[in-house]
Every structure is written in structure tokens, then in C-alpha cells.
């Protein structure tokens, strides 16, 4: 199925380590003094083992299912089997005993957090859904995933597209912090519409994400359909299959210090919006097509690039060329701003692929480009004008 097709129309369908041994480390500590307070359900009351072995769904349910609003579950240390989603309600922290951050995909795989088995049937590991279509009493406001790892390296490679998080509908303010999801086979983290919303946002929007890595999925890193008002801070698509974010109508929105590194597509892809996304200390390194690329067609879309650092993109399997740049605005009616604008080429670091990108920005058939400061480098050509641009400018500090 086309991958794009799928984030606009998608919806909801449906090697064991032992961890006995492991003694609980000192940032789990203050979790498991606060699981025995009210309002705190650990997982293990409710029958989860942890073991690396024990489908423990059911009992991660459990705990879920009997939580009020404010109340939190707890994770402590150990591996966590799953056969199916488990679901979030409207104020409900899903809390887990560490977030991993950056990790090669040889690594070995971690020994804690969420573990789909290999006949995981669902979406997602972790499922986030609206008023409308989970059936809850009050609107989907403030689900939480904090300190949690989600490794999905024992799903077939072959089988089902299945996401790590996955939030589908009017569902505000969710918040990610110190997230690490790896090697599902779908995408990390992905925002669905529901059109049968009968007013308001049908997509979640006001998001917050912070310190989160997704890692070596098999489609894209995270997908952002018309999430507007959100904020992401240091927030981390690596490996990733397809491109690193997928980004739709996503206006008013703020990323800071976020990076797409060896994307298997673009680095950072947007399409349509309204109002202002700004990208602030962001960066891509070897995207296989190009670093940053606008394809946005309203009038009253507006991108700020601040201080963003764009390098080596355009690998094109490892040949370079192709017309691919560190930024590249296509066919766009949307005003990109960039300051302190740094772009350069290079090969991996074994050095045994051609220099890329090509090109340094490439506009071509846009609106309104004006690129006013920093460094720009391209291996065949560092400023391209592909024609048909109504302003395109570079200042004088470029």
C-alpha cells in the first residue's frame, strides 16, 4: 500500500531475555516508591511478570482499565510481552522504567519496556484513541508515555505494517517524554485522522514530545497529520525505513534541536499547512533524498529555519547526484525563511560513497524563498534556481 495513502486513510484495525537477575537501577527507584501510592497501579498486582516470556496484555489492560483520571501505570524493570494494543484512556500515564535514547541497530536489544511477540496482531503496540472511537466518558485529553522502551525487533520482517504509538483522532495533548521506540515494522510514532468526528479537530493536535528517539522502523520515523499548536523538543528519527517525519498540516508548531538521520526517503518532508512552523537547531545527516524538502501548496503557509544544519543528504543509494539538496522547496506557494543556514556535502564515514547532496537548496516553481545567512554547499552546485520562482533571494551574510 502507498505509505502516504495509508497516513491520510489509516485507521484502526486491528528471542526472549530473563530480566531476574537484573537489580533495579537507581532512576527507578522513585517510580517504585510512588507505585505503592494511591493512585499508582503497578502492573505486577495485576498479574504482568516481566519475564521476557509471559504474554503480559492482559494484565497491562488490567491496570489501565482501572485507572481514574490522574492516576499512572507503572512498568518496573523488565521485558514485557505483548500479543495486542494496549490502550490509553483521556488522563492516564503509561509509565515505563527507561526510555532509551541512541543506539545502533546492532546493539543488543534492550532488556525492559515493551516487547510485541511475533504474532503481535494490531496497529500498534501502544494505542491512543478518541472519545469516538475508544468509548470513553470524557474526551482523549492528556495520555501520557513517560521513561518507556518499545522494542519491536521480534516482529516478521515480512508481516504486518505495525506501528510503535499510534493516536488516532481529537485527541489533545498528548505528551512523550523520554521515549524510545525501535525496529517496529510500521511506523514509530503515527497521527491518524477520524473523519466521523462531527466538529472539532478529527486529528490530534497539541502535542508534546520531548527527548524521543525512534529508531530503524520499517516505513516512516513519525507521521504528523494536522497536529497543530505542538511542540517538539530533541526529538530523534534514526534509520528509519521511509522518511524521517512526515509532516502535514502541522501549522503553529515549534521543533527544536530535532533531527532525521539516515532516512531512507527525505530527512524532514512537508506538505500542506497553515500558519507558521518553525524549525529551531534542527538537522538531518544521509538522508537518502534530500535533508529538508516544502511541497506545501497554501499561500498562508510560512516555514523559519533558525540555526539548522543540514548534512550530507541526497545519498541516492550511495551515488550522490540525482538533483537531491540539503533544502529543497518544489511547486510550493508557502514563504520558507532560513537564517544561519548551514548546508554541506560529504560521504559516509567509511568514505565509500560519492559526496552529496548535489545541490545546496534547489527551489524551483515556488512562492517566496529568501535564505538570508549561513553556508551553503553543494557538490555540483551550491545555489540552485530551477525557474519559475516569484521571489527567491539570498542575503548578503549567505
Not at 530473563?18 to 494511591?38: I, R
Request: glycine share 14%.
Amino acid at each position: 500500500m502507498d505509505r502516504t495513502r495509508r497516513l491520510l486513510l489509516g485507521g484502526v484495525t486491528a528471542g526472549a531475555v530473563s530480566v531476574a537477575a537484573m537489580a533495579p537501577n537507581a532512576a527507578a527507584a522513585e517510580p517504585v516508591a510512588a507505585a505503592a501510592a494511591p493512585g499508582w497501579h503497578d502492573v505486577r498486582t495485576y498479574g504482568a511478570k516481566g519475564d521476557g516470556r509471559t504474554d503480559d496484555t492482559a494484565a497491562i489492560q488490567a491496570a489501565l482499565d482501572a485507572c481514574e483520571p490522574g492516576n499512572s501505570v507503572y512498568l518496573p524493570v523488565g521485558q514485557y510481552r505483548t500479543s495486542a494494543p494496549v490502550r490509553i484512556g483521556p488522563y492516564i500515564t503509561l509509565r515505563g522504567s527507561h526510555g532509551s535514547g541512541e543506539n545502533e541497530h546492532d546493539v543488543a536489544d534492550p532488556p525492559f519496556g515493551l516487547k510485541p511477540l511475533p504474532h503481535f496482531a494490531g496497529d500498534a503496540v501502544v494505542l491512543i484513541l478518541d472519545q469516538l472511537r475508544g468509548g470513553h466518558a470524557r474526551r482523549a485529553v492528556e495520555p501520557r508515555v513517560f521513561d518507556l522502551t518499545i522494542d519491536g525487533s521480534d516482529l516478521p520482517r515480512d508481516g504486518a505494517e505495525i506501528d510503535g504509538i499510534r493516536a488516532v483522532g481529537q485527541i489533545q495533548h498528548l505528551q512523550l517524554r523520554d521515549v524510545q521506540i525501535r525496529k517496529v515494522t510500521g511506523i514509530g510514532i503515527n497521527t491518524v485522522y477520524n473523519t466521523d468526528v462531527p466538529k472539532g479537530p478529527q486529528a490530534p493536535f497539541c502535542l508534546h514530545f520531548d527527548r524521543v528517539s525512534v529508531q530503524w522502523t520499517g516505513s516512516y520515523g513519525i507521521a504528523l497529520n494536522n497536529c497543530t499548536d505542538s511542540v517538539f523538543h530533541d526529538v530523534y528519527a534514526l534509520g528509519c525505513n521511509g522518511t524521517g517525519w512526515w509532516i502535514a498540516g502541522t501549522g503553529n508548531s515549534t521543533f527544536t534541536s530535532c533531527r532525521a538521520e539516515w532516512s531512507g526517503g527525505d530527512g524532514f518532508l512537508l506538505h500542506g499547512w497553515e500558519g507558521v512552523i518553525q524549525f529551531v537547531g534542527c538537522s538531518t545527516d544521509r538522508s537518502m533524498f534530500d535533508g529538508v524538502k516544502v511541497v506545501a501548496k497554501s499561500a498562508r503557509a510560512i516555514l523559519q529555519l533558525t540555526g539548522c544544519r543540514l548534512d550530507r543528504d541526497g545519498r541516492n543509494n550511495d551515488l550522490g547526484g540525482g538533483g537531491y539538496a540539503g533544502l529543497k522547496v518544489q511547486d510550493s506557494a508557502a514563504k520558507v525563511l532560513a537564517d544561519g543556514l548551514i548546508v554541506t556535502p560529504g560521504s559516509n564515514d567509511d568514505g565509500r560513497s560519492k559526496a552529496s547532496p548535489a545541490r545546496g537548496v534547489s527551489v524551483t516553481g515556488s512562492a517566496y524563498t529568501v535564505v538570508n545567512s549561513g553556508y551553503i554547499d553543494g557538490v555540483e552546485i551550491d545555489w540552485h534556481d530551477g525557474g519559475g520562482n516569484t521571489v527567491l533571494r539570498k542575503g548578503p551574510l549567505l
